[in-house]
């Protein structure tokens, strides 16, 4: 079995600021992390590699840079890496981005995709579920458990909800998205550390690469419908009020401001 794992290389969204005339990110000076979703995704498929042997392959894109984020994981122990990295996917959004992705794993060829629920740079969880769209594939996102079925192609997947959880049985090819829940993904090891650099390689996949599969109309910022037209900070909430009341109190403060904001 093969299992393949989008990968993204994200600003620390602790350090991130906007540029006040622009509205566009500060990148400078921002060290890069992975993903948190994805880490996790890596996590979940080093366990099945553990219990079952399965072969790990990460697929990121983005800059040159985001082969940094490839060597980590390689370094905790997936098998190989490509980088999918040319000018004419620069500027997509997550539809492009997806057919991008779609293009490569369809090359590349994989039985379980994982990809992490959302970005901490966008927060759309839209690039997992459109892979899933594009490859033609039964999906199931927000997963917290990932368990193999024995004696069958199958998995159990565990997807959670804010007050309940389902249980789904999937056939694999299948694509699976990954909370930050699911697992605490492992560290590296020295060992892996020097493999990863020494030993392993991180191939990189070129538009060229992709022709039987995207055309130029597909990528880069020619396939991206979405138009963003202002980015801002989050604004800072006001301090709060403290009432040291009964309960009865409380609950008239409570009806009072509902009343003021004329929710109900």
């Not at 994981?73 to 000018?87: K, Q, T, W």
């Not at 789904?168 to 020097?194: D, E, F, H, Q, W």
């Not at 992709?210 to 963003?228: A, I, W």
Request: charge should be negative; glycine fraction near 8%.
């Amino acid at each position: 079995m093969k299992i393949i794992v989008c990968v993204k290389q994200v600003p620390n969204t602790n350090e991130v600021r906007l540029d006040p005339k622009t509205g566009t990110l500060i990148r400078e000076g921002v060290p890069s992390i992975i993903n948190p979703d994805d880490l996790c995704g890596i996590e979940a498929a080093l366990e099945l590699k553990d219990n079952y042997g399965w072969h790990i392959t990460l697929v990121s894109m983005g800059p040159p840079q985001a082969e940094v984020a490839l060597r980590e994981g390689l370094a905790m122990g997936c098998d190989e890496a490509y980088l999918i990295s040319d000018r004419a996917f620069g500027g997509a959004d997550t539809w492009a981005t997806s057919k991008t992705l779609a293009a490569a794993i369809k090359k590349i060829g994989g039985d379980l995709i994982i990809a992490g629920r959302q970005a901490i740079d966008g927060d759309t969880a839209q690039v997992g579920p459109q892979i899933a769209e594009h490859l033609g594939l039964p999906q199931v996102t927000y997963a917290q458990h990932i368990q193999k079925v024995d004696g069958e192609n199958a998995l159990i997947v565990q997807r959670q909800f804010e007050d309940r959880y389902q249980r789904i049985k999937i056939n694999m090819p299948c694509v699976v998205t990954a909370l930050s829940t699911l697992n605490r993904p492992r560290y590296m090891t020295v060992g892996g550390v020097v493999d990863a650099h020494d030993i392993k390689t991180v191939k990189t996949i070129t538009f060229e690469d992709l022709q039987d599969f995207v055309t130029l109309e597909d990528v880069g910022l020619k396939g991206s419908p979405t138009q963003v037209r202002k980015s801002f900070p989050k604004q800072v909430k006001g301090q709060g009020t403290t009432h040291q009341v009964s309960d009865d109190e409380a609950v008239e403060i409570i009806i009072n401001k509902l009343k003021e904001h004329f929710v109900i």
